[in-house]
């Protein structure tokens, strides 16, 4: 993906998640610039989305699927709006990336487990194996791009990032068609891990050649 500029080249995306990031500021960086005038921390607001996606996961498990799916469509873009106050405060930080992509993973990871205790409480077994299979595949997708850019090499290909899997587990649970969605992201989230793992493959296996 691109993005035009007068005077400068397109710039190139190397994920849906960057693009929408940049898409997203014309409302993420008024609402930065309120907070940044309340003096909100960007940490602050990044533990506080953690336990709003903490209590949407309640809302999931007790069977209220559509309102939790609702909710998230709310709580979900704090995500991005943290990292638009810590740039525009000049609060970015290295522990503020760290806290942020741990409390991601906390986040979704609570969001699946109670969509689980859901299907697990009505004896809907398929739906509780294809939400530990969707929680496998979102934590291999993040960890082989961390693993992999810790080791000097790109690996930002794919699908199914965490914003990808936000918004269709949002509009599973509003459509009232969690199964399908469930089905999608578990073969899709694994899928685009295995994608990964052989693109620094390939990197690898072009470093060795040269």
């Known amino acids: 993906m691109e993005k035009a500029q007068s005077g400068k080249p397109a710039q190139v995306y190397e994920s849906l998640a960057e693009w929408a990031r940049d898409a997203a500021q014309v409302l993420t960086v008024p609402m930065a610039r309120v907070l940044a005038r309340w003096r909100v921390h960007p940490n602050t607001l990044t533990l506080l989305g953690c336990l709003l996606s903490i209590g949407v996961g309640g809302v999931i498990a007790s069977g209220r699927l559509t309102l939790g799916g609702w909710l998230l469509t709310i709580v979900a873009p704090m995500d991005a709006l943290d990292g638009a106050l810590a740039r525009l405060t000049g609060r970015s930080s290295r522990f503020g990336a760290f806290l942020d992509s741990t409390l991601d993973r906390v986040s979704e990871a609570v969001l699946l487990l109670c969509l689980a205790a ?19 595949g979102a934590n291999l997708v993040s960890y082989t791009r961390a693993r992999a850019e810790a080791s000097g090499y790109a ?8 914003l990808e899997r936000m918004a269709l587990l949002a509009v599973g ?9 469930l089905w999608v992201l578990a073969v899709g989230s694994n ?6 793992i052989l693109y620094v493959y390939s990197q690898a296996r072009r470093d060795s050649s040269e």
């Not at 299907?119 to 509780?128: D, F, I, K, M, P």
């Not at 690996?155 to 965490?162: D, L």
């Not at 649970?173 to 969605?181: D, G, H, K, M, S």
């Not at 899928?191 to 990964?196: E, F, G, Q």
């Open 118 to 136: 859901h299907y697990l409480w009505r004896g809907a077994t398929t739906e509780v194996l294809l939400a530990f299979l969707t929680l496998i």
């Open 155 to 162: 690996c930002k290909i794919g699908f199914f990032t965490r």
């Open 191 to 196: 899928l685009t891990a295995l994608w990964r």
């Open 173 to 181: 649970l509003i459509l009232n068609v969690p199964t399908i969605a």
